[in-house]
Nanobody, 116 residues
C-alpha cells in the first residue's frame, strides 16, 4: 500500500509563497490521478488542484493563477507551489492519489496558515 506524506506547510504572510510536497513511498507511475485537497475549520474538504499522469491539470477557480501543481515521477513526488497566498487559503492541505484500478490514498495533511 502506497503511503503519501505531505510536507512544507507552515505560517506564511498574506502575499507570500509556500511550496507543499507530497512524497510517495513507492513509484507513482501507477497513480494516474493525483491532487491536493484542503479543509478549513468548519468547512467541507474541497479540491484545490488535480493532475493526471498524462499531465491534465485542473484548479479550483479561487487559486487559478496563484497555485501551480506538478508531479515528478522520477522523485515519486507531487508539488503545490502556492504564490500570493490569502488568509482564505488557510486550511489543512491533503495529498490524494488514485490508481487506475481504483485504489485511493490520502496523506495525513499539512497545516497552512496565512496570517500577518
Amino acid at each position: 500500500q502506497i503511503q503519501l506524506v505531505e510536507s512544507g506547510g507552515g505560517l506564511v504572510q498574506p502575499g507570500g509563497s509556500l511550496r507543499l510536497s507530497c512524497a510517495a513511498s513507492e513509484s507513482i507511475f501507477s497513480i494516474y490521478f493525483m491532487g491536493w485537497y484542503r479543509q478549513a475549520p468548519g468547512k467541507q474538504r474541497e479540491y484545490v488542484a488535480t493532475i493526471t499522469s498524462r499531465g491534465n491539470i485542473n484548479y479550483l477557480d479561487s487559486v487559478k493563477g496563484r497555485f501551480t501543481i506538478s508531479r515528478d515521477n522520477t522523485k515519486n513526488t507531487m508539488y503545490l507551489q502556492m504564490n500570493s497566498v490569502k488568509p482564505e487559503d488557510t486550511a489543512v492541505y491533503y495529498c490524494y492519489g488514485k490508481k487506475w484500478l481504483g485504489e485511493e490514498y490520502w496523506g495525513q495533511g499539512t497545516q497552512v496558515t496565512v496570517s500577518s
